[in-house]
């Protein structure tokens, strides 16, 4: 999971981004990176169960931390529950931060992308090894991991 190009946030500083991902209501954030323009955490894995197929588009918030207020938003990535599928079993996507139907446009005044790792697996199969063994209604479902 990593940003290219981010903005200008801070008066005396760059930026402070850190990310949050959420599906069907589950958050879970990344730290915070301080003062730079290029963030990355190679070691944040976030996993989601999902209905199969996918009901509702995975949301990426781009936040800039602030000290003494509330965090600003910098944008948001909505991952379509058809691209979450289309993603099986693994994909690479570098996608453009939007705020207000915009692409935000960093100080490099290219525009900001994050580019994340999905993983799809059909938890009926476990880790992919029991392809084509009959499922129950009961086993169905995907897990969809963020990297």
């Not at 058809?82 to 453009?96: G, K």
Request: glycine share 8%; proline share 5%.
């Amino acid at each position: 999971l990593n940003l290219t190009d981010l903005p200008k946030m801070d008066t005396f500083g760059s930026c402070d981004p850190f990310v949050e991902v959420t599906y069907a209501g589950d958050k879970k954030a990344t730290s915070v990176q301080q003062n730079t323009y290029e963030a990355a955490w190679p070691d944040d894995t976030f996993s989601y169960a999902m209905a199969d197929p996918p009901d509702e588009p995975l949301r990426i918030e781009v936040f800039d931390w602030d000290r003494f207020s509330k965090s600003d938003s910098i944008g948001t990535v909505l991952v379509p529950a058809a691209d979450l599928l289309a993603a099986a079993p693994e994909a690479e996507r570098s996608l453009e931060v939007m705020q207000e139907g915009k692409a935000v446009v960093g100080k490099s005044k290219k525009n900001t992308k994050i580019t994340l790792r999905l993983r799809v697996i059909d938890k009926g199969d476990g880790d992919g090894a029991g392809a084509g063994k009959r499922k129950t209604s009961a086993s169905r479902g995907l897990r969809v991991t963020v990297e």
